[in-house]
C-alpha cells in the first residue's frame, strides 16, 4: 500500500491500491495534463492585454455614431451644392440661348464667321 499522501490526487489514486511508482507515474501524467495556475495567469493576462475594454468599446461606438452624424451633414450639404449647380446649369444654357440671336446680328452687322459655316 502507498504511504499516506497530502495531495487530494494522491490521495485518491492511493485508495485504488496502486504502488507507488504507478501512483507517482499518474501524478506526473495529470500535473502535466492540467494547466499550472502560472500558465492560466498568463493566459488571463494575454486576453486582457489584447482584448478590447468595455470603454474603449464604447468609444468607438461613440465615434462612429458621431462621424454618422458629420456625414448625414455632409450629404445635406452635398445636396444643396448639386441643386445650386443645376441651377448654374440651367442658368448658362438660357443665357446661352438668349445670346444667340445677337451674335447673329452682330455676325450679320460686322460680318464674321457663321458657326455653322465653320463646321
Same mark, same amino acid.
Not at 20 to 47: G, K, N, Y
Not at 51 to 70: A, G, N, V
Not at 98 to 103: L, T
Given at each position: ?35 499550472? %495556475?502560472? #500558465?492560466?495567469? &498568463?493566459? !488571463?493576462?494575454? $486576453? ?5 475594454? /468595455? *470603454?474603449?468599446?464604447?468609444?468607438? %461606438?461613440? #465615434?462612429?455614431? &458621431?462621424? !454618422?452624424?458629420? $456625414? ?5 450639404? /452635398? *445636396? ?14 438660357? $443665357? ?24
Amino acid at each position: 500500500m502507498a504511504p499516506e499522501n497530502t495531495n487530494p490526487l494522491g490521495q485518491l489514486f492511493s485508495r485504488l491500491g496502486l504502488p507507488t511508482d504507478q501512483i507517482a507515474a499518474l501524478q506526473q501524467q495529470f500535473t502535466r495534463a492540467l494547466l499550472p %495556475s502560472e #500558465q492560466l495567469q &498568463t493566459m !488571463r493576462d494575454l $486576453l486582457s492585454t489584447f482584448s478590447p475594454s /468595455l *470603454d474603449q468599446l464604447s468609444s468607438i %461606438s461613440r #465615434q462612429i455614431e &458621431t462621424q !454618422r452624424t458629420q $456625414l448625414e451633414a455632409m450629404i445635406g450639404q /452635398l *445636396d444643396e451644392m448639386e441643386a445650386t449647380l443645376e441651377r448654374l446649369a440651367a442658368t448658362a444654357e438660357q $443665357l446661352h440661348h438668349m445670346q444667340e440671336p445677337f451674335q447673329r446680328l452682330t455676325r450679320v452687322f460686322l460680318g464674321g464667321d457663321d458657326p455653322a459655316d465653320a463646321q
